[in-house]
């Protein structure tokens, strides 16, 4: 039987009559007002305060734990350590996550969390982790990944050998692996070159930065039965996680996600969860955990650090010939950074044959990174898209032109094996060209820059279900996460589907016991996907309002059709009934069948790639070295936008997060290997008066794969605007920055090194 | 532990009253003690405006004040912006526009905005995001809550 992802109904031609608006989406009421709720915002009667104690250490034998006198302290309920978490294999992945969760053997990085205490008060639970001993034998730390590689660097894990390189099984080493991607033959590439570019770049660590810092509460009974409210992008995984480290049969765990108080991957990363979990087993009584903004910083995953070398070569009239890199990632103290992303990812885009990319994932002393929109892979597009400007400018060709001649379309097969099917990078490069922005004259004084880039977008296991009340209104329950409008997009669709409006519909998002294992919401998958097992359910739906049409008129259900949100005969001979809406037909459910409804859950594939290009002016202070944002358009292809405000909020805010990434935003250690800025102070994310509006335009190729084409947008955004802003600073100074941030001091020494060579 | 401070105070125009820790701020008595968890801690340092209130009629990082120090104050949260069923002109554009996006840096900014509105009926682009450099977005980039403030700005001119 064909289902859903086999045939969509993908009809280029179907008059859409809410897919494409901007309804106020229905959860924005609670978020105007107040109401929302969020990881930090439930109380529950008895409810203890937890508070984590951390490794001021970057790398530190722990010899012992002495909590007796917290323990003894009036008020204080439980208190937690390593002890209490079920011993694990090393370097496994339940082992690596237990270990980060509660440093074991080993803290590992400033801000390692080593023990934990419950208390009826926040002030006594400060008070009771300043008694807790904790006996240290402080070992030498490394926090630069080039240094971690180097033989004499110290060794984190004892269990590390580099996956992917030979005779590797005895020596202990940083470097978690070593991968090589490649096709075709990049020496024959770069021979057909009149021109080649090669260049070395590196980007700092930034924080996800979501301004809600991690919150959860958790109780537990007697017999071992486990509630767990936090702010959480994957509700089902964090519930196999704790199954995993802590060994509760997930039946007896309940996840119920929160308000979800930005995420950007971050919230993929499971921290004080665990902790919580355990205070309250112990405690018998609820437990909150609110991590402070200095425990997010030096505690939760920031976003790999980068090295790389990159080299491309390009014909005179503008073919690119080869491209070869190497790039290092770092991945804090634990593996895990999803660095393979990045070589799959940072020249797809272009129809290059000849490819080759050498990556290396390396340990160091700092917080094990996370997820961020297109995990590892804006990194390298930063270099990747400079070395494109530089060819371009070297022969002499306007640098979208270049793109154009050189972008991939329907056919190409990958680096990674996938040959794409219907994409629009070209469409999107057209339409950046066309652009206002574009066709007008950079202003005296500024630099322009131009970059594309580029994300898989994912599918996914996903569960959902929508029911039909007895008044014909809709209810969804979803498995994902809003973390940036589903809920509504969602709502949308299904009410596309059942030709009512979308004020008929409410989508909710579930707790893990009321639906089936969903992968965590991540990699721009979750409209297309719970939008694909919505779809799926309200085309069910359909087949039994059909169904019970048939069984009120008495005739068979084949001979019903369902046309605009109402049951009709489907031709004469079947008889002359007039059209019974949804509310009609689910008003008689005691007179048919019961409750209408349609459920779904898949493997959901299909998703199309997305491609964006962003352009943007900027006017460098030649004094000061500061770098200001004139003007930004982001041009991205969305498939079908399905609610068009959510899209540009996404374009919006994926390219300022990556201006602040551009410019200002790094991980500072001092040389005691610790964390020196983690406040939103001395961190100093863009505020508004940072940047200018930012102009978006939404281009349309659809993916025949989903009913109405949509393809991801989330990743995309911040993917080229470091690139971008890099060859604009280039544009005004003459010299292209390498390094990120772009900060005044880095941009100021570039001039001056500028004017010297003059 | 020391001994705990009665604070009698108005919010919203209610009278209410709690105890406090002397290290307690304004935004722990607001949200523990009150159970009033519109207003927001993204950072407790005054970095990020999400706790942002009205004092007696000054805008402030509720974080940065101590819960004793409200005592005799009248103090104004998100909870108190609309009137009855009437949403107040922000929180409607904001709606509209979409100048929320996952929403928990919402309430700050639209207490920041219509004291800003109150003070400048008719703000340029550029005083509306000097404004609001205190309060951090880190979803929408910022657009869409700058042309939300100058739609409900229009608005309330009636112009």
């Known amino acids: 039987m064909s289902t859903i992802l086999d045939k969509s109904g993908f009809n280029p031609d179907k008059k859409l009559k809410i897919v494409g608006s901007s309804p106020v989406k229905h959860d924005g009421i609670d978020k105007v007002t107040g109401r929302a709720k969020f990881g930090a915002d439930l109380f529950l009667p008895g409810m203890l305060i937890g508070k984590i104690l951390r490794s001021p250490h970057p790398h530190a034998i722990i010899r012992s734990i002495d909590t007796t006198a917290a323990e003894s302290l009036p008020g204080v309920k439980a208190v937690v350590t390593r002890a209490d978490f079920p011993e694990l294999p090393k370097g496994s992945v339940a082992g690596d996550m237990s270990r980060n969760a509660m440093a074991r053997e080993k803290a590992l990085y400033d801000g390692h969390p080593v023990a934990a205490v419950a208390a009826i008060s926040e002030s006594i639970a400060k008070q009771a982790l300043k008694l807790i001993k904790v006996d240290y034998e402080a070992l030498p730390h490394v926090i630069d990944p080039i240094d971690a590689m180097k033989p004499e660097a110290p060794i984190l894990h004892d269990h590390i050998r580099t996956k992917g390189v030979k005779d590797a099984a005895e020596k202990k080493t940083n470097v978690v692996e070593r991968l090589e991607l490649k096709m075709g033959d990049v020496e024959a590439g770069f021979a057909q070159a009149d021109v080649i570019v090669e260049h070395e770049y590196d980007t700092k660590p930034m924080h996800q930065g979501y301004i809600e810092p991690q919150g959860c509460v958790a109780t537990c009974t007697e017999d071992g039965q486990v509630e767990l409210w936090c702010c959480t992008q994957g509700p089902w995984v964090f519930r196999n996680r704790l199954t995993e480290i802590l060994k509760i049969e997930s039946s007896k765990i309940r996840v119920t996600q929160s308000e979800l108080g930005g995420g950007f991957g971050g919230k993929t990363g499971f921290y004080a969860e665990p902790i919580a979990v355990l205070l309250a087993r112990k405690s018998k009584r609820p437990v909150k955990i609110v991590l402070t903004r200095g425990e997010v910083f030096r505690g939760t995953g920031p976003v790999s650090g980068t090295r790389s070398r990159i080299k491309m070569g390009v014909t005179k009239d503008g073919k690119i010939t080869a491209a070869d890199a190497e790039l290092v990632f770092q991945t804090g103290a634990f593996t895990g950074s999803m660095f393979f992303n990045a070589p799959q990812a940072m020249f797809t885009r272009y129809d290059l044959k000849n490819v080759k990319t050498v990556s290396y994932e390396v340990v160091s002393n700092r917080p094990k990174v996370n997820s961020f929109r297109a995990p590892c892979v804006p990194q390298v597009v930063f270099g990747v898209e400079g070395v494109v400007n530089e060819l371009a400018q070297k022969i002499g060709m306007d640098p979208l032109d270049l793109r154009i001649k050189n972008a991939a379309t329907e056919g190409y097969k990958t680096i990674y094996g996938e040959t794409f099917g219907p994409i629009g990078f070209l469409e999107t490069l057209i339409a950046a060209k066309n652009c206002d922005h574009y066709k007008s004259p950079v202003p005296k004084g500024q630099g322009r820059g131009v970059a594309a880039g580029f994300w898989f977008n994912r599918g996914g296991e996903t569960t959902g279900t929508l029911n039909i009340a007895t008044d014909g209104s809709v209810t969804i329950i979803l498995g994902t996460t809003d973390v940036a409008g589903s809920r509504i997009s969602i709502s949308m669709m299904a009410a596309e589907e059942l030709g009512i409006p979308v004020d008929k519909v409410r989508a909710v998002m579930a707790d893990t016991h009321a639906l089936g294992w969903n992968r965590i919401t991540a990699g721009s998958r979750t409209t297309y996907s719970s939008g694909m097992v919505i779809i799926d359910s309200a085309r069910k739906a359909i087949t039994e309002l059909c169904r019970r049409a048939g069984l009120i008129w008495g005739v068979p259900e084949e001979g019903v059709v369902f046309e605009d949100g109402y049951c009709r005969p489907a031709s004469s001979n079947v008889g002359e009934f007039p059209p019974l809406s949804i509310a009609e037909i689910a008003g008689k459910t005691t007179l048919t069948l019961g409750a209408i409804a349609g459920h779904s859950e898949m493997n959901v594939t299909g998703a199309g790639p997305g491609f964006g290009v962003h352009i943007v002016d900027v006017d460098v202070d030649q004094e000061l070295g500061r770098v200001d944002i004139k003007r930004y358009t982001v041009v991205e292809d969305a498939g079908k936008a399905i609610h068009r405000l959510q899209v540009e909020g996404q374009y919006q805010g994926g390219a300022v997060q990556g201006i602040g990434w551009a410019l200002n935003e790094e991980y500072v250690y001092g040389e005691d290997g610790r964390l020196q800025n983690p406040s939103f102070l001395d961190y100093r994310m863009p505020v508004a008066s940072d940047v200018p509006m930012i102009d978006t335009e939404i281009v349309e190729v659809p993916n025949p794969r989903h009913p109405y084409g949509l393809r991801g947008v989330g990743e995309v955004p911040v993917t080229p605007t470091m690139a971008a802003i890099a060859n604009a600073i280039g544009a005004v100074i003459g010299v292209r920055p390498r390094s990120l941030p772009m900060s005044p001091p880095k941009i100021l020494k570039l001039i001056e090194e500028a004017r010297a060579a003059r | ?159």
């Not at chain 2, 105890?19 to 003690?33: F, M, N, S, V, W």
């Not at chain 2, 005799?72 to 949260?77: A, C, L, M, S, V």
């Open chain 2, 1 to 159: 532990m020391s001994g705990k401070y009665h604070v009698t105070t108005t919010v919203n125009g209610d009278e209410y009253e709690y105890l406090c820790e002397p290290q307690q701020t304004l935004l722990d008595a607001l949200r523990d003690a009150l159970m009033l968890t519109g207003t927001k801690e993204g950072c407790a340092t005054g970095d990020c405006g999400a706790c942002t209130v009205m004092v007696d009629g000054t805008m402030i990082c509720s974080c940065l004040m101590l819960a004793v120090e409200a005592d005799g104050k009248k103090i104004e949260t998100i909870e108190g912006m609309a009137q009855g069923e009437e949403l107040h002109p922000l929180q409607r554009n904001f709606l509209e526009l979409n100048g929320s996006q996952c929403g928990i840096c919402t309430p700050g900014i639209l207490i920041a905005a219509r004291e800003l509105l109150y003070r400048n009926p008719d703000p340029t682009e550029t005083e509306v995001r000097y404004w609001l450099a205190g309060n951090l977005c880190r979803c929408t980039g910022y657009d869409k809550i700058i042309r939300s403030v100058l739609a409900a700005a229009k608005e309330m001119r009636g112009a």
